[in-house]
C-alpha cells in the first residue's frame, strides 16, 4: 500500500489549497482515509476523515467550516480542500488509512504518506 500526498505550499492567510492524497495497493472506497497535522514541536492532529462508504465525513474542531474532505473513486485519491487558511493551519500534513472504526485517532491508521508541507504567512 502507498499513499502519496501532494498539493502543499506557501499561501497567504485567507487563501486556499487543495491536498491530494492518491492511493495504490488499496481501494478508498473500502476504508476510512484521513488527514492529520503536524506542526513543529506539537503532537499529530486529527484533521478530518471520510468512512469507506463516503456517508459520513469527519474534522477537528479546529478546521470545521473551513475545510472540505473528499474523494474521487475512480481516481481512488482522496482530498482535502482547505480555505480561509490560517497562520495556525502551518504544519506538514499527513493523509492515512485506516481498517478500524475511530477515525480521530492516529495509532488507528495502518499505513501513511510521507506528508506534504503548508505554509501560512500571515
Known amino acids: 500500500v502507498q499513499l502519496q500526498a501532494s498539493g502543499g505550499g506557501l499561501v497567504q492567510a485567507g487563501g486556499s489549497l487543495r491536498l491530494s492524497c492518491a492511493a495504490s495497493?488499496?481501494?478508498?472506497?473500502?476504508?476510512?482515509m484521513g488527514w492529520f497535522r503536524q506542526a513543529p514541536g506539537k503532537e499529530r492532529e486529527f484533521v478530518a476523515a471520510?468512512?469507506?462508504?463516503?456517508?459520513?465525513?469527519y474534522y477537528g474542531d479546529a478546521v470545521k467550516g473551513r475545510f472540505t474532505i473528499s474523494r474521487d473513486i475512480a481516481k481512488n485519491t482522496v482530498y482535502l480542500q482547505m480555505n480561509s487558511l490560517k497562520p495556525e493551519d502551518t504544519a506538514v500534513y499527513y493523509c492515512?488509512?485506516?481498517?478500524?472504526?475511530?477515525?480521530?485517532?492516529?495509532?488507528?491508521?495502518?499505513?501513511w504518506g510521507q506528508g506534504t508541507e503548508v505554509t501560512v504567512s500571515s
Open positions: 492515512g488509512s485506516s481498517p478500524r472504526v475511530r477515525v480521530a485517532w492516529s495509532s488507528e491508521y495502518d499505513y
Open positions: 495497493g488499496r481501494t478508498v472506497s473500502r476504508y476510512i
Open positions: 471520510i468512512l469507506g462508504n463516503g456517508m459520513s465525513t
